[in-house]
Nanobody
């Protein structure tokens, strides 16, 4: 089992920035991929970003390209999402996900574990 715990969410004004973190623990394996999904009220969960074990491959949803940056520290077992130029439509619960497969599978919506999520609210 892999446990994922997100942090860093909060309330921010449009145009502002937030940095989310996700700490992984338990039976984590090397060569895993991790990523972020989000879910707004009344909407389906949507892919945000994914990253490979080495960080050499990253994937982003079109809606966040150029504004969000995904990164990771394998030494700390921690995943990050730096969010800038935030917009009200970025509001939602952000979930960290983990898979033993590649990051492209996360972009397809395939993952093995997910966290409880952290709320991000962007006011206009």
């Amino acid at each position: 089992q892999v446990q994922l715990e997100e942090s860093g969410g909060g309330l921010v004004q449009a145009g502002g920035s937030l940095r989310l973190s996700c700490a992984a623990s338990g039976r984590t394996f090397s060569n895993n991929a991790m990523g972020w999904f989000r879910q707004a009220p009344g909407k389906e969960r949507e892919f945000v970003a994914a990253i490979s074990w080495t960080g050499g491959s990253t994937y982003y949803a079109d809606s966040v390209k150029g504004r969000f940056t995904i990164s990771r520290s394998n030494a700390k077992n921690t995943l990050y999402l730096q969010m800038t130029s935030l917009m009200p439509e970025d509001t939602g619960v952000y979930f960290c996900v983990y898979t033993s497969l590649g990051p492209e599978r996360i972009a397809e919506g395939r993952y093995d574990y997910w966290g409880q999520g952290t709320q991000v609210t962007v006011s206009s």
